[in-house]
């Protein structure tokens, strides 16, 4: 699930004894520093967006759900939800979220350096066109996970160009979030940019972009019509931001409609 795959894991062979005991040293490593973990507000996740051959969406979700969440799980790489974009049936949208970089990098090593994902990665690989479209974001409010019935979901991403991305959080919390809720769209999340490098170069991520990204949740199709009425409507809440925020709303921001698959925790 990778552009790692790339860098030798394509190739075949059977697994030996020594792949098996690597793997249950590196999740005993995994489980062990989970209990070391930090603030929920610092949760590392990524974001992942993958464009996928004709047909290959629900070929990918079934092996998904039934192979690759809880041994993720296991390893510290929460799988927090896995969508649909429903804007093109062929793009699928998951986040995954771990304690910590020094986190990430074991769990994702034991992951595609182990049984399950070296099992199936000949089923999953062919479903894929592209798989980089990926950012790292730290959690910055609220929770991915829950199961709330909501009907659709909303990411939104705004690219904040040289707008430092704390000051902006503040903006949205001030000024933003509030105009969402009362138009109808409860925030789920908020994260931001994280500014750690990429420790699993395996895995390529969009380093160099500068987000604030927030998830919204809908219980029907009528509270998402509201809310893009009232939103039409919306004017002047741009006018309390300073100068230095001012490049974030040079361009305007990527908007993606999703609806959790039949096990996304965020469901």
């Known amino acids: 699930m990778g552009s790692e795959l790339d860098d030798g894991f394509h190739a075949g062979g059977m697994m030996d004894r020594r792949t098996l005991i690597g793997a249950a ?4 490593a995994v489980a ?8 929920a507000g610092e949760q590392i996740v990524e974001l ?10 629900d070929t990918l979700i079934g092996l998904f759900e039934q192979h690759f969440i809880e041994p993720q799980d296991e390893l510290g790489a929460q799988v927090l939800g896995t969508f649909r974009d429903l804007g093109d049936p062929d793009r699928f949208v998951w986040m995954r979220g771990f304690d910590s970089m020094e986190r990430r990098q074991q769990a994702l090593a034991a992951f595609y350096g182990g049984p399950v994902w070296l099992r199936y990665r000949g089923e999953a690989n062919p479903t894929m066109l592209d798989s980089d479209n990926v950012l790292l974001l730290k959690l910055k409010r609220g929770s991915v996970p829950g ?3 909501a009907a659709a979901m909303r990411l939104t991403i705004r690219y904040l160009g ?5 000051a902006f959080l503040s903006f949205f919390d001030g000024h933003m979030r509030p ?6 769209a409860p925030v789920q999340a908020v994260l931001t940019s994280a500014a750690e490098a ?6 390529p991520i969009r380093e160099r972009e500068r987000v604030l990204v ?9 509270d998402e019509e509201r809310f893009d009425s009232a939103m039409r409507q919306a004017s002047g809440w741009r006018d309390q931001a300073p100068e230095a925020l001012l490049p974030a709303f040079m361009r305007k921001p990527e908007v993606i409609r999703l609806a959790p698959t039949a096990r996304s925790p965020a469901a």
């Open 25 to 28: 040293v590196t999740g005993a």
């Open 32 to 39: 062990a520093s989970r209990a070391r973990a930090g603030p």
């Open 48 to 57: 992942r967006q993958y464009t996928l051959h004709k047909g290959g969406r």
């Open 147 to 149: 199961r709330h019935g």
């Open 162 to 166: 040289s707008a430092d991305p704390e």
């Open 179 to 184: 105009l969402y809720e009362s138009a109808g």
């Open 198 to 203: 990429n420790n699993f170069p395996r895995l």
């Open 214 to 222: 927030w998830l919204t949740r809908f219980a029907g199709a009528g």
